[in-house]
C-alpha cells in the first residue's frame, strides 16, 4: 500500500528482457541500505517488488501483465519515473490510500500553465471514468492528485507548484500516456452495492440501510 507522495523522480538506468516480461535497473536517491530484497517500490505508480541491488540502483521484474496495462512497457534507458515505497505502519497518510495496482492508461490532453497551478487535463479510459468525481482522488503515474473538474471522460487536474517541482507531472505533453489508479473505495461501493440488488443503487436500497431518497 502506497500514498501516492513520490519519494524521488528516478532514473531508468537500463532495461532487460526476462521471460515475457522485462527486468528493470532504476537508480534512486532513496537509500537503498533501508530496502530489502522483497520490498515494494511504486514505480510511476505500478507495484514493483525489489529484486537486487547495484550501488544506487534497484533490480525488478515487470511482468507480461504489467507491461500490457501500464507505461513500463516502453520503458527506457535514461526514463524519469516516480518512485515510493511502501507505507509502513505509523506513517501519516497525506495522499489517499494506492495499491500500486493501474487500472488503466490515461491520454493527456491538454497541459498549459495557469500562474498559481499548471493544469493537466486527462482522457480516461471509459470503463474508469464512472470511479472518477469531482473532488475525489486519483493516481497519476503514481501521484495522489484531487480532481477538480470531470467533463465526460475528461478530467482536469490542478497541479500546485511544490508538486510541479517535485514530480514531473509539470513536464506531460499532449498525446503522453500515464497510468492511472482510481480510488479503490470507488470500486468497492460498486461492487457492495451491485451484489446487494441487481438494480445497483435504487430507492429501495437506500430504504433498507436507513436514508430517504
Same mark, same amino acid.
Given at each position: ?35 530489502? *530484497? ?101 493516481? *497519476? ?24 517541482? *517535485? ?10 500516456? *500515464? ?35
Amino acid at each position: 500500500m502506497f500514498t501516492g507522495l513520490v519519494e524521488d523522480v528516478g532514473t531508468i538506468a537500463w532495461v532487460k528482457p526476462q521471460g515475457s516480461g522485462q527486468l528493470l535497473g532504476i537508480r534512486t536517491a532513496i537509500p537503498l541500505g533501508d530496502v530489502s *530484497v522483497g520490498d515494494s517500490i511504486a514505480t510511476n505508480g505500478v507495484c514493483l517488488t525489489a529484486e537486487g541491488f547495484e550501488g544506487d540502483v534497484f533490480r525488478a521484474v515487470a511482468g507480461r501483465e504489467t507491461l500490457e496495462r501500464s507505461t513500463l512497457a516502453r520503458a527506457r534507458a535514461g526514463q524519469r519515473v516516480h518512485l515510493e515505497r511502501a507505507l509502513a505502519v505509523g506513517d501519516r497518510l497525506g495522499g489517499h490510500l494506492v495499491q500500486g495496482h493501474v487500472d488503466g492508461l490515461g491520454e493527456v490532453l491538454r497541459s498549459y500553465d495557469a500562474q498559481e497551478s499548471w493544469i493537466l487535463w486527462i482522457r480516461i479510459p471509459r470503463e474508469l471514468s464512472r470511479y472518477v468525481a469531482s473532488k475525489g482522488s486519483l493516481c *497519476v503515474d503514481g501521484v495522489s492528485l484531487t480532481v477538480n473538474e470531470v467533463a465526460g471522460d475528461d478530467a482536469r487536474l490542478n497541479i500546485v507548484p511544490h508538486t510541479a517541482r *517535485v514530480t514531473r507531472l509539470g513536464g506531460l505533453r499532449p498525446g503522453d500516456r *500515464v497510468n492511472l489508479e482510481v480510488d479503490i473505495l470507488a470500486k468497492y461501493v460498486e461492487r457492495l452495492l451491485g451484489g446487494s440488488t441487481s438494480g445497483g443503487l435504487t430507492p429501495e436500497l437506500l430504504r433498507q440501510y436507513g436514508y430517504e431518497p
